[in-house]
């Protein structure tokens, strides 16, 4: 096996802002992140959809570069940016030729330093987050499926259990002391880690990183909300109106281990044996063999995260679109079937070992790219800005693959009989509207 | 630039330090005695390599029988061989730690993979197997034309492909690129024999193109390729027909009627060039600075200003035979009189007043940084490869790339705009509830309405 070792560098700056960098100089490019610690899970009360709103915020003007100033001089560098809005993170990245590499870092550091916006800039936003909400869900066939529909049938707690994308009367009651706040409260440099990947010397990336950071003010470490959830006692349901397409859809959750602890690794394992691809056994069973559902996908934090970009509870989830000849209760009859025989006969190692091949193949291919043509290295950053600020160990990416190349196929039956229980899982059925004459 | 003063205090931008080289990668070119020709990259990042067989033919080549029946012949390949059942591919595939995904679009067909170095040899053996001896299973072919069918169903509730469906087959009529999907009873009525004839003909190595990018010694894996690919036979193919294209008179408007969209999906077109026309880049960079990247006229407009739309684009899209120009945003049902304005506004601007220095500066800047970002990545380079490659532009396409791309002007860009944003002929395309948008569509003219099926309502 190939033992990985990605150079990783990390250190912290007198005002908390941690620092990794990751040097390649294959080619003169550079992929640069800065990360808080902050998603939409603990957004304010009566503000749901603000964790994402205020990423729009964050490109709106900082104190020394205006509206549309980080755009035009990421752009006008040769470089593309974006960021994006998580359960736990929200992260702002560029990959730019490399000579762009200083003129980003000054772009981060600015709106790290103030945010300069004003209500005309809210009210743009606003407006164009909902257009956003009505692209993705409220104007296309299984919009949000599921990834809006299981967290309020799964959770109790409303950190979990809210809108993420936002309600729109929480959009419209949003206002600019709550933006200044929510940067006053989360945007501290203690709260964030800065990610330098490629081309760049470790000592010269360091160097810009003081130059340009090192003078923001520290802030308060916010204090960390509650997320925890209470123990699970009932299988929970739900139903949704599917209001355009055509088929049932059914998104099966199980409350999923903890990163990091033994039965983690297992269950990553297990949730390959579903739903890895063609030859997953969810698949393979129900869309190949059965012919019962037409589509079948899933995974572990799935479909807006992944195995290692959460810090709090999540689902395991099966997502199916079957036929409408079958009913949703035999759809999900046939799927316990599967699920009952991995925890009647398990695993044999000639399935886990492929399993382990594939696994490892996804993680490098997630290393080099992750996110698209333009955005080298994307997956590296989103894995080392986790591991900073979840665990405070970056180099937890040359290392983490070992966990989950010595699982036993005895821990994958284990961790299926624990987790894969009746009462431990929530189901959401998109129900297609019925439909009057055309 | 580089040695410009520092500044202690954090309010002037970094200029920009001297930029190093793009240094491409050696690439083997070479044409198998069979007629496959093959294009090799190092790239060693990862210990994987990626991979794209593609057959120059497509749907177009067959459309005469029925839509999107190469689409199915590689969806179907890759379901059972002489010598591997489906469930055996799809297990093979994962031992080897690959994916592997086949499909065709108007005018190619492809089999990508990807996988461990550790195991390429085995799979370019499944490769070479699926492009040889696929058998065409009669049970696979019938779940395969389920699932189309069930998908297709849901495409047409889809605004997106209700838009381009329209859009396409306004600009290009009865010619294949009109249409970009089948009927649920064209698919009803696909045969097996109809697979295995488009496969017999068109998946040969005197029309086929391999291009592998990854951590290999091009001169080893050269000899893997001519192992796993030498013996297979069949010369080049015949191209696809390239009937007449209907006229485009006027401006036109078509509405497509959606019931209970709450937003509006705009998509306006016209006709424009292929990759290989003199003035392709010239169109590149008139619509980067139009709608083509995040800092472009048409962003700015209609979203950064106006908050009418998230995700407005433009994009110049070239096929082999012909091109289109598109440029498409979903928006508020009430804004769609308004936001047509500010694309019509915005399109004019760049046809009557030419572009400034500092705005032509940062696009071509932006046009070669993206360029070199995409060679960072073994896909991003395999699909660079790809493009030089399988339109058979000149050799040094990509390595001249960024230069004539800095050698462009003002005048280049008025010029494509003149020819390309043809403003007076753009059919615009309105996807959405018809009793909340069809007065604002009748302001620019006369609507042609359609339900989602396709079928003229008036």
Known sequence: MTQLNIPVESMALPNGLRVVISPDRTAPVATVGVYYNIGFRIEPRGRSGFAHLFEHM??????????????????????????????????????????????????EADRMRALKVDDEN?????????????????????GGFPWLDLPPVAYRNWSNAHNFYGDFDDLDAANLDDVQKFFKTYYAPSNAVLLILGDVDTDEAIGLAERHFASIPSGPQPTPADIDEPPQIDERRGVVEEKFGTLPGIAIGYQAPRR???????????????????????????????????????????????????????????????????SADQTIAAYDQILDEMKEKGIAADELEPIKVKFRSNYFSNLEGGHGPSIPRYGLMHLLACFTLFDNEPSLVNTILDGFMQVTPSEVQSVAQKLLTRHNRSIVIRQPAKKGAA | MASAPRSDTPSAVPPLAPARPVIWPPRVHRTLSNGLEVVLVESHGIPKFTGELFFRSGNAVVAAQAPGLADMTATVARTGTQRRTSRQIEEDLRRMGADLSSGAGADNSVISFAGLVDFSNELLGLVSELAQRAIFPEDEFERERRQLVEGLRIERTTPGFLASERLRRVLFGAHPYGTISPTEEQVTHYRVEQLKDFYQRYYRPGNALLVMVGDFAPEKMLAEIETAFGAWTGGPAEGAPDPALPELQSRRVYLVHLPGSVQTQLSIGNRAITRKDPDWLRLTLANSIYGGAFNSRLVMNIREEKGYTYSPRSGAHPMRQHGYFSIGAAVRNDVVAAALKEIFYEIDRMRSTPVGEDELDDARSYLTGVFSLGLATQDGLAGQLATATLEKLPDDYLETYRERVLKLTSADVLDAARKYFDSEHAQIVIVGDRAQIEAQAAQFGAPEVYDAQGSRIQ
Request: glycine content about 8%; proline content about 4%.
């Open chain 1, 58 to 107: 964050m490109f709106q003007g900082s104190a020394n570069a205006g509206k549309m100033m980080h755009i035009k001089l990421v752009n006008s560098s040769g470089g593309v940016l974006n960021g994006s809005t998580h359960y736990d993170v929200t992260n702002y990245y560029e990959s730019v030729p490399s000579n762009a590499l200083e003129r980003v870092l000054w772009l």
């Open chain 1, 122 to 142: 809210l009210r743009n936003q606003r407006d164009v987050v909902k257009e956003e909400v009505r692209v993705n869900v409220l104007n296309q066939p299984y």
């Open chain 1, 260 to 326: 990091l602890t033994p039965e983690w690794y297992a269950a990553a394992m297990l949730d390959h044996a579903f739903h890895g691809g063609r030859s997953g056994r969810v698949y393979r069973r129900l869309v190949l063999e059965q012919q019962i559902a037409v589509d079948a996908e899933g995974g572990i934090h799935y479909p807006v995260g992944d195995l290692f970009d959460y810090n709090g509870p999540t689902l395991m989830v099966t997502r199916l679109l079957h036929k409408p000849e079958y």
